[in-house]
């Protein structure tokens, strides 16, 4: 309790030796607040023009077109504009339509006009998704409302300009892309045709080289056969045209000139034997089967031509015409053989040629697959590019005919009617509190480095020495009316500056610039 009152009465002596001093505070306060209150006052009034805006994303073709045609997301494209809009191209352009460039008539006033207009326009989200505002203060309303408006409408025709160059570029690229592939399809085309004229024969329109080769083996083989079969025939004839000499052996032996009902099948018999013989052997089945048959057609043919002939139907004359048929008939069957024999020379020469070709044919055709290769994959690109290309078109049509993005301006900017800064009643009341506080702390440092005693108890403190009695002045009156004195100067000057104060705090309320109207 004894601190407590201690702390009281210390700070009573703290209060008393301010109060002695408070011509310090008179002081302060009127090197401070006078000077102040003027600054304050003679500030310029700032007026602040808003606008809202509302970015409409949906879109009635989006879903129509998911799938269909390339689109942007104006989301991305709403975001990258907010971002990007207060960049020294898009200040100098705002600069540019407000006409504010004019007034800046050297390089340092033209970067001060640039920086100032990149720090007051401001650009807010409102607190809802894409609900923005933008707002700017200058000291002329019209202006304030022209760079509000001028920012607006360069944020709406920049994000549908960029939208639009966005899709231009794009179309642009794919235009030359398509040129591109274009000619990488027509080079890769020529070269494959090229190629192929190269190795035309071992890349054949049917099948494969191995293909061809086996084909040709066996069309050697049929054509040898073949030969055989009219050498063997020729041979036959050849004996029968020999025999056919004399009366006797005509009649006995004369088989082939004759035409019989099984000449036609024991043909065709001998030509399956033929085949057969090249597959088997002898003693399979099928070519015994086939050998007994023949065998039993030629006895059939024999008997039927022996009894003919046993029959005296045949004359001199007609056994001559039957050797002449048999004469014309070997002359046909050796035609036929020479022909038979140039075939055979071809193929044999075509099969010598693959043969020679055969270590290069590997290597042909590993190149033929990369041509094919890299042709598809060309040709593949190039479509999917022109697929791109109509997509994009079909996305150019619809955003020309529905925009994805529409601005809604819910509020327009305005030119404001009162002025919105600076902020005068705040000022002049930090000004007044400074110039009270500074009096008081310089009284209260000077009172503890020259203090003035009011109480006994303070000279024992500072002594050491016990104060035994006090004696009174002796013309208390003169104090008296001293201290009356001071307290009316001081009350005097604090009330002056009050009602400074109070003055100009009502001509802020009611919009009065005072600075302006009397010293303008």
């Known amino acids: 309790m004894q601190d407590f009152q201690k702390t009281i009465e210390l700070f009573i002596d ?31 009034d700032e007026y602040e023009s808003k606008a809202r805006v509302y970015v409409d994303t949906r879109s009635v073709l989006q879903p129509l077109l998911r799938g269909l045609a390339i689109q942007n997301n104006p989301q991305e494209e709403i975001s990258m504009m907010v971002k990007t809009l207060l960049s020294r191209p898009n200040i100098e352009a705002i600069a540019r339509e407000a006409d504010l460039d004019i007034k800046a008539t050297t390089p340092a006033e033209y970067e001060k006009l640039i920086t100032d207009l990149s720090a007051n ?15 700017y203060t200058h000291t002329e309303p019209n202006m304030a409302r022209t760079i509000v408006q001028e920012t607006l409408d360069l944020f709406v025709e ?30 890769s085309e020529q070269r494959l045709a090229d190629f192929k004229r190269k190795y035309a024969d071992l890349l054949p329109n049917k099948g494969s080289f191995y293909q061809n080769y086996e084909q040709l083996e066996q069309s050697l083989e049929e054509t040898n056969l073949t030969i055989k079969e009219t050498e063997q025939k020729i041979k036959a004839l050849t004996g029968d045209l020999s025999k056919s000499n004399g009366d006797s052996s005509v009649r006995s032996e004369n088989s082939a000139g004759l035409v019989t009902r099984y000449d036609s099948r024991i043909e065709s018999l001998e030509s399956t034997l033929d085949q057969l013989m090249l597959k088997y052997t002898e003693l399979h089945p099928d070519v015994i089967e086939t050998t007994n048959l023949l065998n039993s057609l030629k006895a059939a043919r024999k008997k039927e031509v022996d009894e003919y002939l046993a029959s005296g139907n045949t004359s001199t004359d007609q056994i001559g015409s039957i050797a002449s048929e048999l004469k014309l008939e070997v002359t046909r069957l050796e035609s036929v053989i020479a022909s038979l024999q140039v075939r055979k020379t071809d193929y044999e020469n075509k099969i010598a040629d693959l043969k020679q070709k055969i270590d290069l044919v590997p290597q042909v055709e ?13 040709k593949n690109k190039h479509l999917e590019l022109l697929s791109r290309k109509d997509s994009a078109e079909l996305a150019q049509k619809a955003d020309v005919s529905s925009e994805d993005v529409q601005f809604r ?19 002049y009341t930090a000004i007044l509190f400074v110039g009270f506080a500074a009096g008081l702390g310089l009284a209260f440092l000077i009172s503890q480095l020259n203090p003035v005693l009011v109480r006994g108890q303070q000279l024992t403190n500072l002594t050491g020495f016990p104060v035994l009695g006090a004696v009174s002045h002796l013309n208390k009156e003169h104090l008296r009316k001293v201290n009356r004195t001071r307290l009316l100067v001081f009350l005097l ?3 002056t500056i009050f009602a400074l104060y109070l003055g100009l705090v009502t001509a802020d309320l009611m919009h009065v610039n005072i600075y302006t109207r009397f010293f303008s």
């Open 14 to 44: 703290y209060l008393k030796g301010v109060w002695v001093k408070k011509r310090y505070v008179m002081l302060c306060s009127w090197l401070i607040c006078p000077i102040g209150f003027i600054y304050i006052a003679s500030l310029p």
């Open 366 to 378: 590993a190149e033929l697959t990369a041509l094919n290769r890299d042709y598809g994959i060309t």
């Open 158 to 187: 920049g994000t549908k300009g960029n939208s639009r160059k966005g899709t231009d570029t794009a179309n642009q690229f794919i235009d030359d892309q398509i040129a591109e592939y274009e000619s990488r399809l027509v080079t």
């Open 409 to 427: 301006v819910i509020d327009p900017p305005l030119a404001p009617q009162a002025p919105s800064g600076p902020n005068r009643l705040m000022s």
């Open 493 to 495: 000057s604090s009330g």
């Open 121 to 135: 326009i401001k650009l807010r989200s409102a607190g809802r998704d894409n609900l923005y505002t933008i707002s």
